[in-house]
């Protein structure tokens, strides 16, 4: 692939995830926390999977299914914390994103793949 093709692609990616995350604040904060939860939950995973070459494109989508279960626990354990023990929401935050880490590249470490 020409190094013109993989900057216009770098560039792409990273307008649209930073598009998906200002769109997920100026809803939470503007319209409704709910809305800006369906808008957050765009499932960039699939949308990423544009930008990945056709020969891996299988392997990449095999693979986050499996950071799917990993996020769903995460995020479990985050409203549970945030909602049941009324942990600080940074704490919470951080908590479920090492957790997310750990199973995510626990799994990657043991299973040999995601």
């Known amino acids: ?29 503007e ?9 957050g939950a765009i499932p960039i995973g699939m ?6 070459t056709d020969n891996k494109v299988e392997h990449y989508v095999q693979s986050y299914v499996g950071v799917i279960f990993m996020l769903l626990i995460a995020a479990i354990v985050y409203y549970v914390l945030l909602k049941k023990y009324e942990v600080n929401r940074y704490i919470a935050f951080g908590v479920s994103l090492t957790l997310w880490a750990i199973l995510s590249f626990g799994r990657l470490h043991f299973v040999g793949k995601l």
């Open 31 to 39: 319209v409704n926390p709910s809305v800006a939860a369906v808008f």
């Open 47 to 52: 949308i990423s999977s544009n930008f990945i």
């Open 1 to 29: 692939m020409p190094q013109t093709m993989v900057v216009k692609d770098l560039i792409s990616a990273f307008l649209m995830g930073g598009f998906i995350i200002a769109g997920v604040k100026f809803l939470a904060m």
